[in-house]
């Protein structure tokens, strides 16, 4: 009887111990509490009505931390990343490689086949095989360039720290500073809350310039005259939300837009006009990413995206013809 | 020797009677300590969710708050801080803590912000028009104060005597911002609790014990990890 007594007030002992640890020590609201009454989450919500019927490739280049794409006319693509250039051809085939002198954070190719890869304070130029030819400065302090695109006969780069857009000519020098805030606050110039400027050059010489803290692209002609301007800003799927968007755009063919967007991560074409045509990707397909993805469009007109965090591209191939 | 055993002089004890009785008191122990914490678990949740002795009817009031900051075994002081990186702007800081309102602020870093007139922390989604009317804004106390600074640029600054540190602009920020607005326990207003109410219920895990002397923690800065 003894012995019962001893054994049940041990099994006791032992059945509260874990019961009163089990109390003690759980938190008492593992799920998230009720949200603050905003549910962000439902705005980055894609309609599936205004995606865009598209099949999608993924190619993975061997070089790793990419930072930046482009397609040359040939539909050869260029990745970018700290360590240098990656080419690969259209099928995503390795073709080859190069050492950058620095970190590529932007990345174009000009008509004739060189590449500009931007980062810092100046643009490098590589011939095709990699070798450096000449190196583009802005010379000026704070200078941080996002965007790189060469023309015909310019090379022009968005600069996000002085929010300005450096012309140069082919060989380097003349630099020319379009966009400027001037001093009667007339020109508001670009708003540049963060990192994302982005620059397109158009088939005719000109050039489009995001401008993101407004919301809207803007139309320059090659000596640096505002043409034109499209966008507006706002949450619905033809507009562009956030602080600071679109944070990418490409031109395809005909004119007409690509843009990629952070925050509510979404890749949209637009036409010439800039009416909106359709989402060829939305939040749902890039879960947990923030940052906009870089694009670039080829001669085939395939839209391609560079998913940093799976070092990938992706190539998204349009159903319905541009 | 009868007799000696009849008055309990020399009572011999054989060792499977020590290990019972070791055992039997180690049980009571155990069972006194488990049920004198889970009476005050029990009784210092039913005091708004905070812990305490029982005594007080609210943590504020407490008779001995002097042995309320919390001081490792190494005398160095760490205070409650949360953690922006964390931080899932859940709502919890607001109604958990133990003062009303709450000592979690929402904090500005200007050198993140963009000064932008469209602010996803100031304005509703969706706002008709970009003013400072009251339909337009987010916060629900209207903490957020918005000035013209130059055109295009808007200033934002935070009038923390009302916040309640929901962290509604937190969100809005760092779902369309650059994340400048965060989340950010206040140390004039924090008590310091041992066991920090917003931490013990934060889904997040956001909050964990600094040192006194480091008592913030900011997000990088936008082009240093920001998107």
Known sequence: MKTFLNTALAAGAVAVLIAAMYFLFSRPCREPACSAGYDAAALKRTDPALVLESSLKIIRPRMTNLAAIAVDRGGNIYAGSDAGVEILDSNGTHVASFTAVGPVRCLAVTPDNLVLAGGGDSVAVYAGDGALEKTFCTGAPESMITSVVGASNFVFAADCARRVIWRFDRAGGAPLVIGERDGDQRKAGFVVPSVSFDLAAAADGSLWAVNPGEHRLEHFSGDGRFISSWGKAGLAAPEFCGCCNPAHIALGPGGSFVTSEKHIVRIKVYDKSGVFKGVVCGAEDWPGEAAAPDIAVDPAGRVLALDRRANAIRIYTLATPW | ?227
Not at chain 2, 77 to 84: A, F, G, I, K, T
Not at chain 2, 138 to 163: H, M, N, Q, V
Not at chain 2, 198 to 208: K, M, Q, V
């Open chain 2, 1 to 227: 020797m009868a007799g000696i055993e009849k008055y309990g002089a020399v009572k011999l004890v054989t060792r499977r009677g020590f290990v019972v009785g070791a055992l039997r008191a180690l049980c009571l122990t155990l069972l006194g300590w488990l049920g004198g914490a889970a009476f005050l678990r029990w009784k210092c949740l039913g005091v708004d969710g905070t812990w305490a002795c029982g005594a007080c009817p609210d943590r504020a009031a407490c008779r001995f708050a002097a042995a309320l900051p919390s001081k490792p075994a190494s005398g160095r002081r760490m205070v409650w801080q949360l953690d922006p990186k964390k931080c899932i702007q859940c709502g919890g800081c607001a109604v958990n803590c133990v003062r009303q309102p709450s000592a979690v602020k929402c904090v500005h870093s200007f050198e993140m912000c963009g000064y932008c007139r469209l602010c996803f922390g100031f304005f509703q989604p969706g706002a008709k028009t970009l003013t400072s009317a009251a339909e337009n804004q987010l916060c629900p106390t209207g903490a957020i104060r918005r000035k013209f600074i130059e055109e295009p640029y808007y200033e934002y600054t935070i009038d923390e005597s009302l916040c309640i540190g929901c962290g509604r602009c937190v969100k809005g920020c760092a779902a369309f911002g650059n994340g400048s607005l965060m989340l950010q326990v206040r140390h004039d207003l924090c008590l310091n609790c041992n066991e920090c109410a917003i931490a013990r219920r934060c889904p997040a895990s956001a909050f964990s014990l600094v040192p006194a002397d480091r008592p913030y923690l900011f997000k990088p800065q936008a082009g240093k990890g920001q998107p």
